[in-house]
């Protein structure tokens, strides 16, 4: 038996006008009574068909502007749909961006009370709760100062323990933790994480996929106001991964021209082969060697170093040839050649750069930089960027486990 | 159920939101329209020598306390309740809610306010000696009622137009100040030229001042046939503000 639809969006679109001018609002509000004709507006999201089941975990992923906040505003009914429909059972908790429906004059105990009030509780019930969240929220004696002294992480708290303590059926957050603190962010997500065990329903819209990846099981991925993949939560983030390489590859990436003047610079960079600068795809744990030309005006030796990076510019791995006592092969006068090989590459599922850097025969100064992007496909659920090798030596595997 | 309880909840916030922060708290919107009924009386009565016409004739100040409170009432719900959406933007954008229970708690909070102020100057009128007829004040509370009704009809409609048309709320002061003078409030039906008269009956506010009078003053008279007629206005006016605000309300978001 398959559990309840809590959340159902039928072709669901929305369009908001175009106001430009004093007199638009005038004609617009005429036009709406009238039953005139339409308004001329701009589309931000269509034929949007969703469907999230009770007990499911669904990431929205996205770029900014694609509509994903537009799309948890219909499904919170905060907007109303320009076409389409969407239907919404059971008791919804909603986090839209900071201090969801906080008055800034109010201490945070009496904006409790009013979000009680917006979900529907009594002031019994109300009272029953305030324990219960001022004990999540944890931000001490500023529970009973007004939210306007409140620093955006205070707000983000007070509001997640709010929502945390009505124990809704379906539970939507906009990209709302990313303000907590680590030890609060963490808290959030165990309890989400609880929360998702006990049957709880989940909705999030996040630029993390490592949150994306580890909260939810399906992914829909908006863009420009449609859906353009949904499903398994690793399908769908690896294609939008690949995608935002595929856009920054197509921005070229800054590399410094090379100047004929300087007395070393790198002519190019092969990743497997391919000089091409386009990213290299390959599955998890595949082979990787890249390969470079130096020139060197004066035919000295030139040392080089080779870098692995996540795609946001953390650095994972670095290695150069005077580290581990190598020598470029000279291939002519002024040219010398060099391939790194790494056999098993370890790096986890996700997009990473590969640096390679001209350094002078002393390995101090740093000449140019070649960068190329790497995606790792493969659905490894382990966190982090690389897999450290590992064993378990007091464990039972789960696969001689009888079932 | 859920709706009422929030709509209280917006009542109690709304009260507190007008006395937050201010020194005197509620009791400033007891004495404020003691210190208007001060003002007005000392220009009425001292100034221009005001004089109710009739032979029972109450005095001017009780005539006044019977247009004033209810005008107050009327006007300033209707003052606040038209920037109710829009002072709720925040809340709108980010919280599902019923957004009628914003107006009506606006209005609301004021018409309780005002009547609560308007029985306690009843009562000490009756106490300095002026013939009012406590027996008829729950009467007189129920014309409070009627005048909700209707403050809440034109309060939907100026709230949803609000959202659309901002100069709305900076042009309500002049339009409630021209509604005012336009009311038999500083003045009773008599005062006007005969032919003037019967142009008051197109103000939906004149038949309340006339109500108060005549219920608690014995000051005129009603008929039966006018209070239907008010109701009526009331209830159109209701009905037609109401249907307006569902109208525009799936809207509001776009233009706040």
Redesign the interface.
């Known amino acids: 038996m398959q559990s309840p639809v809590l959340v159902e969006a039928r072709r669901l679109g929305k369009t908001y006008p175009k106001v430009f001018h004093r007199r638009d609002r005038l004609r617009a509000l005429y036009r709406l009574l009238t039953g005139g004709p339409g308004i001329d507006s701009t589309s931000v999201l269509r034929d949007v068909d969703l469907e999230v089941r009770a007990g499911q975990s669904l990431g929205l992923i996205g770029e900014n502007g694609a509509g994903k906040s537009t799309l948890l505003k219909l499904i919170v009914g905060v907007l109303t749909p320009s076409s389409g429909e969407v239907h919404v059972h059971g008791r919804v908790g909603a986090l839209l961006e900071l201090g969801a429906g906080f008055h800034p004059e109010y201490t945070g105990r009496d904006n409790i009370a009013l979000s009680a009030a917006l979900y529907g509780l009594n002031a019994d019930e109300a009272r029953a709760k305030l324990p219960e969240i001022i004990d999540f929220a944890d931000i001490g004696a500023y529970i009973d100062e007004p939210v306007k002294h409140y620093s955006s992480g205070m707000v983000v708290r007070l509001g997640f323990a709010i929502v945390a303590a009505l124990r809704p059926d379906l539970l939507i957050t906009d990209e709302v933790l990313a303000v907590g603190d680590e030890s609060f962010q963490k808290k959030c997500v165990r309890w989400m994480e609880d929360y998702l065990d006990g049957g709880g329903t989940l909705i999030l819209v996040s630029h993390s996929m490592y949150h994306v990846q580890k909260l939810c099981r399906q992914a829909c991925w908006i863009k420009q106001g449609a859906v353009a993949a949904s499903g398994d939560v690793f399908e769908v983030t690896q294609a939008y991964l690949a995608y935002q390489e595929r856009k920054s590859a197509a921005q070229p990436v800054r590399q410094d021209s090379p100047s004929h003047a300087q007395e070393f610079y790198l002519i190019d960079l092969a990743l497997n082969g391919d000089t091409a600068d386009v990213p290299l795809v390959i599955d998890q744990g595949c082979r990787v060697g890249a390969r470079v030309h130096v020139h060197s005006r004066d035919g000295r030796e030139p040392v080089i170093s080779f870098g692995v990076a996540r795609a946001d510019g953390t650095s994972v791995y670095g290695v150069s040839t005077e580290m581990e006592k190598q020598r470029p092969l000279r291939v002519s006068e002024n040219v010398y050649t060099v391939e790194i090989e790494f056999p098993e590459l370890a790096l986890l599922p996700g997009s990473y750069l590969l640096r390679a850097h001209a350094l002078d025969t002393e390995g101090v100064r740093l000449f140019n930089t070649l960068v190329r992007s790497i995606t790792i496909r493969g659905e490894s659920r382990e966190f982090g960027l690389i897999r450290l090798k590992h064993s378990w030596p007091a464990a039972n595997s789960e696969t001689n486990v009888a079932p | 159920m ?1 709706a009422l ?2 709509a209280l ?1 917006f009542i109690h ?1 709304e009260l507190r ?1 007008r006395y ?2 201010s020194f005197s708290g509620g009791l400033w919107a007891l004495f404020q329209p003691l210190i208007q009924l001060a003002v007005y009386s000392f220009v009425f009565v001292y100034v221009f020598k005001a004089k109710v016409p009739g032979a029972n004739a109450p005095g001017y100040i009780p005539f006044l306390v019977m247009g004033l409170w209810p005008w107050n009432a009327f006007a300033e719900g209707l003052a606040r309740a038209t920037t109710a959406i829009q002072d709720n933007a ?8 019923p957004r009628e229970v914003l107006v009506f708690s606006a209005v609301a909070a004021n018409f309780l306010l005002q009547g609560i102020g308007f029985c306690a100057i009843v009562i000490a009128m009756r106490v300095f000696g002026v013939p009012v007829d406590l027996f008829a004040l729950p009467l007189a509370l129920l014309g409070f009622v009627q005048l909700f009704v209707l403050a809440l009809g034109f309060a939907f409609l100026f709230a949803a ?1 609000q959202v ?3 100069d709305l709320s900076s042009a309500l002061p002049q339009l409630l100040m021209l509604w005012m003078f336009s009311s038999p409030v500083f003045f009773a039906r008599d005062a006007l030229p005969e032919r003037y008269r019967g142009w008051l009956d197109w103000n939906p506010f004149t038949y309340y001042t006339e109500f108060f009078r005549a219920a608690l003053l014995g000051a005129g008279s009603f008929s039966l046939s006018s209070t239907l007629m008010a109701l009526g206005v009331a209830v159109i006016v209701f009905t037609l503000g109401y249907a ?1 605000f569902r ?5 509001f ?3 706040l």
């Open positions: 859920p309880r929030l909840h916030r939101n937050l922060g925040a809340l709108i954008g980010k919280v599902a809610l137009v659309f048309v901002r307006i109208r525009l309300n799936p809207y978001e776009d233009f």
